[in-house]
C-alpha cells in the first residue's frame, strides 16, 4: 500500500505534503512551486489547464478561467454566499439538478466537485512523480466551519480524483499538528487563527502527551482574503467613477484586472509601507483610452478593512469565552493562512492575546503538512499523536413549531452517540417524521438539512404519551448516522447521513393514511 | 477435566449488552442468550433450551468464540481479562489487544464514570484529563485504523464514547456535582444495602426501603471501594430489565412486568426501571380487567350470577374505582335480588366515576324505587331528566311512582 499525502485544498491555492521517514515535507510541482492555484480553465482552443498555467491565462479568458470554486462546493443554490458569487464572478453560475449549483465553462456544466477533482489531480501527479508511485489515498482539508454537506461534497471530489479520501480534517486542527508534533513540552494551550482566501477558522486546542484534542472551533465562512480583495476593489471604482464618471463594475474585463491588481497591491504592501496601482487602458470613451494610476499607502489599506479584522477578534473572543478560557489562559497562538501576512492582521491579534504570534510555521504550507502528518498516524502501527477533533456545528432535530433542538453540542468530541426523548404532538399520532438538522440558529428552517427518515408504527395514544429515543450518533470518519426508537414496542427506523447536497440518502418506505403534522415535541 | 467439560460446567453470561445493534443475532441465538443469567450452566441451559442438544451448543460455542458471551469457570482469568474470542477473527489484533477490549466493554454499564477513567472519586481535574489523555491513546477508533478487527470495531467505538462522555461529564463543575448527587449517590447507597447481609441480617435480597439514609456504613464500604456484589446486582437488575423490554416488544405485557419488578428488586431507586414497572404493570391489570368483564359477560349470558358476581368482584379488586365493573355489580345484585343495600353501594361508586352517566343513574333509581325509597327514587330521575329531558324511561317511571305513592296516600 502507498503513502497516504495530505492536501491542503484551498480557495485560492493547493498545496500537497507527505511523510517521509518521519518528517513531512511539501512536494513542489513540476514549475518549482510548492503551491498550486486552484484555478481551472479551458483556452480557446479548447486545452484544459490547472494551476499556474491556467491562474496566468485568466485576464484574457475571465468567463472560461473557473476560481474560487471552495466558496460553491456543497452549498445551496439559493444560499446567500452563492447569490454573492454570481455577482461577482467572472464565470457563470447555474442551478444544479439537486439545489446545488453548476458552473459554465466553455459550454460544458461542471459541479463544483468535478472542478475541485481537477485541482487534486494535479496535485496528485505531482506527488506521483515525486515519489515515483501511485497515490491512491489522501487525507484532505477543509475549514473547520464546513457543514456535512460541504464536507461530503469534498469526499467526492476526492472521489473524483480517483483517491480514497479515509479522513477530512478541519485545517487549523491540521496546522496545529504541524505546529505540535515537534514541540517537547507538554500541556499547551494554543489557539490558531487561520485567515485564507475564503474563510476564516479560529481554533482552540490543547496539546499534551501527544494527545491533540480540540477544545473549541468557530469562524465566518463568508470571511477571507477575498473580501480584503473586495473592498480595495471597490475603493478603486470608486475613485475611477470620482474622476472619470465610468462606472468600472460593470466591465468585466476591467474587473478583472482591478481584481489581480488588488491582490497584488495588498500582497505588496505586506512588506512596503505605499505601492502604485497602476492600470493604464482600464478603460475609454468618446475622448479616449482612460489609466488608473493610484498612490495606494498601507494606511488606506488598513482604514479600508479594518472592520474585516475587528469582525475576527470577535470571533475569537466568543470561541475564548465558550471554553471558559482568558487570553492569558493560551500558551501560543500560530497564524496560519496568506491573508495573515498582513501586519494589521498579526498586530491585532497580537494585541488580543497579549503576546506576538508564534513565527514557527509557514501559514502557507502547514495545513497541508498537519493533513500528512494525520494521514501518517493513521495507518501507523504505534503513532505518536492522536487527535481529538470536535463537531464544529451542532447537531438536532426540528421539532413542533418549526423549532430545532440540538442534541449534540457543538464542539463535541468525535466520536460521539447522544440521546434524548421525545414525544408525539398529536392525538393517535402513529408515525414521526425526523428532520435531521445541522446549526445553530434556533428557527429550524435556518439550519441546514442533514436528512429525514419517518418513524411508522407507533401506538395510538394521547399527544405526549409516547417515548421515541433519538440518537445521535457520530464516528471518527464523521459520518452521521441518526435513529428514532420507540421506547414501547422497540421499533426503530434509522438513517446514515451521507447527502451531498442536502439530498436524503434513503427513500421513504411509506406515507401513513393520517395525512396530519407528523412533528415532535420535547419530552421534558 | 477437559476443556469441552469446563465449558459444559461453566456459567455463560452476555458481555455487555444484547441491545448494541451491530450484533446480528439469529432467532436461536437470541432466545439461549435470553437464558443466561450467570446462574445456570451450559448443561442446563441446553437441557432447557427445548431445541437440538448439538445444535444448541454449537451455538454456545459460537457465541463464546465471538466474544458475545464469557463462560465462568472456563478460564478463571478469563472474566478479569475479558473472556474468550481467542479464536473468533479479528486478525489485526493480537490476543492481549483482544481481552483488553473485551474488558473495558464488560465495563462500561457497570461502573461509576471515575471508575471507568480509572480515577478516585476525589480526583483533581488535570487527573481527570491525564487519565482521558492516556485511555483516549489506547481506546481511540484511529489507533486501529487499517487493521483487520471485525466485531472489535464497533466494541472500540462504545468504549470510547463512553470515555468521552465520562470525561465531558467529569471534567465539568456542573455536572460533574450533579453525577456526584445522584448517580455516585445511588452506588453509596447500593453500597449499605449490600452491606447490611454481611451484619447478620439473613434478608435475601433486601427489600427496598424508600428512604433509608445513604449513611450507616457507606463511609466505610466507600473506603473499601465498591464491592464485586454490587456491581453483580446492578449487573442482574439491569439483565431483568433487558429482559423485560424484550417482552414489551413481543406485547407480554405480564412477562415484562415481572422482570420489571426483578429489576427494580435489585436496583430499587432506579428511576427508568420503576417507570417501566408501573407502566407495564398498567397494561397487564387493564387488559386483565377487560377479560374479567368479559367473562362476566358470558356468564350473565347463561345466567350463572354467582359466577358473574366472582368475575366483577376479582375485577374490582384490581381497579377499586372501575366504574363499570361496581355498576355490573349493582345490576346483577338487582337481578338476583339480592342485598339492595349492597346494590345501592356499588351503584353509587358507579356514578362517582361517571356522575353524567344516565344508565348508571338510572339504575340508582331503581335500586332506590325497589327498596321503596320513593323520595330518593324521584330525586334520581328528576336529575336524569335534566341530563336528559327527551329519556322516556324516566318519565314513565316517574309517573308510575307518582301514581303509586297516590295510592298509597290515600
Known amino acids: 500500500m502507498g503513502k497516504v499525502i495530505g492536501i491542503d485544498l484551498g480557495t485560492t491555492y493547493s498545496c500537497v505534503s507527505v511523510v517521509e521517514d518521519g518528517r513531512p515535507i511539501v512536494i513542489p510541482n513540476k514549475g518549482g512551486y510548492r503551491t498550486t492555484p486552484s484555478v ?63 458552473i459554465v465553462c466553455a459550454g460544458k456544466t461542471y459541479s463544483p466537485q468535478e472542478l475541485s477533482a481537477f485541482v487534486l489531480m494535479e496535485v496528485k501527479r505531482a506527488a506521483e512523480e515525486y515519489l515515483e508511485e501511485k497515490v491512491s489515498e489522501a487525507v484532505i482539508t477543509v475549514p473547520a466551519y464546513f457543514n456535512d454537506n460541504q464536507r461530503q461534497a469534498t469526499k467526492d471530489a476526492g472521489k473524483i480524483a480517483d483517491l480514497e479520501v479515509p479522513r477530512i480534517i478541519n485545517e487549523p486542527t491540521a496546522s496545529a499538528l504541524a505546529y505540535g508534533i515537534n514541540r517537547k513540552k507538554k500541556d499547551e494551550k494554543i489557539a490558531v487563527y487561520d485567515l485564507g482566501g475564503g474563510t476564516f477558522d479560529i481554533s482552540i486546542l490543547e496539546l499534551g502527551a501527544g494527545v491533540f484534542e480540540v477544545l473549541a472551533t468557530s469562524g465566518d465562512t463568508y470571511l477571507g482574503g477575498e473580501d480584503f480583495d473586495a473592498r480595495i476593489i471597490d475603493y478603486l471604482v470608486q475613485e475611477f467613477y470620482r474622476e472619470h464618471r465610468v462606472d468600472l463594475k ?93 501586519p494589521l492582521v498579526a498586530e491585532a491579534v497580537g494585541n488580543f492575546f497579549g503576546k506576538p504570534p508564534s513565527k514557527g510555521i509557514n501559514p502557507d504550507e502547514a495545513v497541508a503538512i498537519g493533513a500528512a502528518i494525520q494521514g501518517a498516524s493513521l495507518f501507523q502501527d504505534k503513532a505518536e499523536m492522536l487527535l481529538l477533533d470536535v463537531t464544529p456545528l451542532s447537531l438536532g432535530i426540528a421539532i413542533y413549531g ?72 457520530i464516528n471518527a470518519d464523521g459520518i452521521i448516522s441518526v435513529s428514532a426508537k420507540d421506547m414501547e414496542t ?19 418506505r411509506k406515507m401513513t393514511e393520517e395525512a396530519k403534522i407528523m412533528e415532535v415535541v420535547l419530552k421534558e | 477435566m477437559d476443556r469441552k467439560e469446563a465449558i459444559l460446567k461453566g456459567k455463560p453470561r452476555i458481555l455487555g449488552t444484547l441491545h448494541e445493534t451491530h450484533l446480528k443475532l439469529d432467532p436461536k441465538e437470541g432466545f439461549l442468550l435470553s437464558r443466561m443469567d450467570g446462574h ?14 448439538e445444535e444448541a451448543l454449537t451455538i454456545v460455542m459460537r457465541l463464546w468464540e ?31 489487544e483482544k481481552q483488553k477490549i473485551l474488558a473495558a466493554y464488560d465495563k462500561l454499564e457497570r461502573v461509576s464514570y471515575y471508575e471507568l477513567l480509572g480515577v478516585a472519586p476525589q480526583a483533581s481535574r488535570k487527573e481527570i484529563k491525564n487519565a482521558y489523555f492516556a485511555l483516549s491513546r489506547e481506546f481511540h477508533p484511529d489507533r486501529f485504523f487499517r487493521r483487520d478487527i471485525g466485531d472489535f470495531r464497533w466494541r472500540l467505538d462504545s468504549i470510547f464514547k463512553k470515555l468521552t462522555l465520562a470525561y465531558d461529564v467529569l471534567s465539568t463543575t456542573k455536572s460533574r456535582e450533579e453525577y456526584d448527587q445522584t448517580v455516585m449517590e445511588d452506588i453509596k447507597a ?28 457507606a463511609a466505610e464500604a466507600h473506603k473499601r471501594g465498591i464491592p464485586k456484589e454490587i456491581l453483580e446486582r446492578v449487573e442482574k437488575a439491569k439483565h431483568f430489565f433487558e429482559l423485560g423490554i424484550k417482552d414489551l416488544f ?132 328528576d336529575m336524569t331528566l335534566k341530563l336528559d329531558p327527551k329519556n322516556d324511561e324516566a318519565k314513565a317511571q316517574i309517573k308510575e311512582i307518582q301514581r303509586m305513592t297516590r295510592l298509597r296516600f290515600k
Not at chain 1, 434556533?442 to 421515541?468: C, D, S, Y
Not at chain 1, 422497540?490 to 421513504?508: D, F, M, P
Open chain 1, 40 to 102: 481551472f480553465a479551458v483556452t480557446d482552443d479548447g486545452r484544459k489547464l490547472v494551476g499556474h498555467l491556467a491562474k496566468r491565462q485568466a485576464i484574457t479568458n475571465p468567463q472560461n478561467t473557473i476560481y474560487a470554486v471552495k466558496r460553491l462546493i456543497g452549498r445551496r443554490h439559493d444560499s446567500p454566499e452563492v447569490k454573492r458569487a454570481k455577482e461577482t464572478c467572472s464565470y457563470e453560475i447555474v442551478n444544479g439538478p439537486h439545489d446545488d449549483v453548476r
Open chain 1, 250 to 342: 460593470t466591465d468585466r474585463l476591467a474587473l478583472q484586472r482591478l481584481k489581480e491588481a488588488s491582490e497584488k497591491a495588498k500582497c505588496d504592501l505586506s512588506s512596503l509601507k505605499e505601492t502604485t496601482i497602476n492600470l493604464p487602458f482600464i478603460s475609454s470613451d468618446s475622448h479616449g483610452p482612460k489609466h488608473l494610476v493610484l498612490p495606494f499607502p498601507r494606511k488606506k489599506l488598513e482604514m479600508l478593512t479594518s472592520d474585516l479584522v475587528d469582525r475576527t477578534i470577535e470571533v475569537v473572543k466568543q470561541t475564548l469565552e465558550e471554553c471558559e478560557l482568558a487570553t492569558a489562559d493560551i500558551d501560543d497562538v500560530i497564524l496560519v493562512g496568506g491573508q495573515t501576512r498582513m
Open chain 1, 402 to 473: 418549526g423549532a430545532y433542538t440540538p442534541i449534540i453540542e457543538r464542539n463535541t468530541t468525535i466520536p460521539v452517540r447522544k440521546g434524548h426523548i421525545f414525544t408525539t404532538a398529536t392525538d393517535n399520532q402513529t408515525a414521526i417524521k425526523i428532520r435531521v438538522l445541522q446549526g445553530e440558529n434556533q428557527k429550524a428552517e435556518e439550519n441546514t438539512l442533514l436528512g429525514e427518515f419517518i418513524l411508522h408504527g407507533l401506538r395510538k395514544a394521547k399527544a405526549g404519551v409516547p417515548e421515541i429515543e433519538v440518537s445521535f450518533d
Open chain 1, 490 to 508: 422497540g421499533k426503530e427506523q434509522a438513517i446514515t447521513v451521507t447527502a451531498s447536497s442536502g439530498l436524503t440518502e434513503e427513500e421513504i
Open chain 2, 40 to 53: 445456570m450452566s451450559v448443561e442446563e441451559i441446553l437441557s432447557l433450551a427445548g431445541m437440538d442438544r
Open chain 2, 66 to 96: 465471538r466474544g458475545v458471551i464469557v463462560i465462568e469457570g472456563v478460564d478463571e482469568e478469563s472474566i478479569r481479562k475479558g473472556g474468550a474470542a481467542r479464536e473468533s477473527g479479528a486478525k489485526g489484533l493480537s490476543r492481549e
Open chain 2, 190 to 217: 447500593a453500597q449499605v444495602r449490600a452491606a447490611e447481609p454481611e451484619q447478620g441480617k439473613e434478608k435475601e435480597p433486601s427489600k427496598p426501603d424508600a428512604g433509608s439514609p445513604p449513611v450507616k456504613g
Open chain 2, 250 to 381: 413481543e406485547k407480554k405485557y405480564a412477562s415484562a412486568s415481572g422482570n420489571f419488578k426483578l429489576a427494580l428488586t435489585y436496583d430499587p431507586y432506579n428511576e427508568k426501571y420503576k417507570k417501566h414497572y408501573e407502566e407495564a404493570h398498567a397494561v397487564v391489570v387493564k387488559n386483565e380487567i377487560e377479560r374479567l368483564l368479559h367473562l362476566a359477560g358470558s356468564a350473565e349470558n347463561i345466567l350463572h350470577y354467582e359466577e358473574v358476581k366472582d368475575f366483577l368482584t376479582k375485577a374490582l379488586d384490581l381497579s377499586p374505582d372501575h366504574g363499570q365493573a361496581h355498576h355490573r355489580m349493582a345490576r346483577v345484585i338487582l337481578t338476583m335480588g339480592g342485598d339492595l343495600k349492597e346494590a345501592k353501594d356499588h351503584s353509587l361508586k358507579a356514578l362517582e366515576a361517571s356522575p353524567k352517566d344516565i344508565e348508571y343513574r338510572m339504575t340508582l333509581a331503581q335500586i332506590y324505587k325497589v327498596a321503596a325509597l320513593y323520595k330518593n327514587a324521584l330525586r334520581e330521575y
